[in-house]
């Protein structure tokens, strides 16, 4: 009990250094929003996440505004999420696409997770020595669900749903992209959607990923082969591979379940069928 509340303070402590990483990416935009609307944002996010049932923590949203909101204001580019279970992260980073004028599309079966392929249904977390497991079915919201979250403590107006399997309904999709967060569990369903995505995102674009501890999710972004094979481009690599990023006080040290990659401001990439 002690270690949890310790580890809640220091959560809780750390915060406004979270927020002031929003507040300078706001200087870098080139047309900075209002200071007032970046530091009363934080505890909206804070409040969503005892409100909305989710898989990833306020801090980690955080991150992910911080890159929506400091990307140039004249740079193309729409939010994707990739993964939304019940919403909670939907909630609260619609609240920073409104923000950044910036539209979210939202790709989930709205079914839970498909069948894992053989050698997907356990994940290896070298960092906690231990192993998650996956089913069909896991993590399901429906879209009804989901739209209610956003439309109460979130902004709907921003977002767009596109409910499928990834491999039906990302092939479709050709607007540009700045942000990116893709939490799918599967490195089937990881491969799919990167392949889609990575092309559409534009110079300093990035993307972020969940279950960064994951080997089997980080070690896609160092696979050499799979890269040239399916985006004609080097692998880029994963900030946060294997521990995330130091968002969240652990036994141990700072970690998180997040990682990103930065689309390069001086490779050209091009997507390849196969």
């Known amino acids: 009990m002690l270690t949890k509340l310790y580890r809640r303070a220091l959560l809780c402590a750390s915060t406004p250094m979270f927020v002031e990483s929003v507040a300078r990416s706001n200087r870098r935009r080139g047309k900075p929003l209002p200071q007032r609307a ?8 804070i409040l969503n996440g005892r409100k909305v049932e989710t898989t990833s923590r306020y801090s980690e949203h955080l991150a992910i505004a911080s890159h929506i909101i400091g990307m140039p204001s004249h740079a ?6 990739c993964g939304c279970y019940k919403g909670g992260s939907t909630v609260n980073l619609s609240l920073a696409c409104a923000l950044a004028d910036r539209e979210l599309h939202v790709f989930d079966s709205f079914d839970g997770l498909p069948t894992p392929a053989d050698g997907e249904a356990e994940n290896t977390l070298d960092l906690d020595r231990t192993m998650n497991t996956y089913e069909r079915g896991m993590y399901a919201g429906s879209l009804d669900e989901v739209r209610g979250n956003v439309g109460h403590f979130g902004d709907l107006s921003v977002c767009t749903f596109h409910k499928g399997w990834f491999s039906d309904t990302l092939p479709g999709f050709t607007s540009p992209c700045a942000t990116a967060f893709v939490d799918v569990d599967l490195r089937s369903s990881l491969e799919t959607c990167v392949q889609a995505i990575w092309p559409l995102l534009v110079k ?18 160092y696979d050499q082969d799979w890269w040239e094979q399916k985006l004609g481009a080097d692998a880029p690599g994963l900030v946060g591979a294997g521990t995330g990023l130091g968002l969240n006080p652990e036994i141990g040290g700072w970690t998180s379940q997040l990682g990103y990659s930065i689309k390069s401001e001086a490779a050209e990439y091009a997507s390849v069928s196969g």
């Open 38 to 45: 970046i530091w009363s944002m934080a505890p909206r996010f």
């Open 204 to 221: 300093g674009g990035a993307l972020f990923v969940h279950e960064a501890r994951h080997r089997e999710i980080a070690s896609l972004f």
């Open 76 to 81: 193309d580019g729409c939010v994707i999420e």
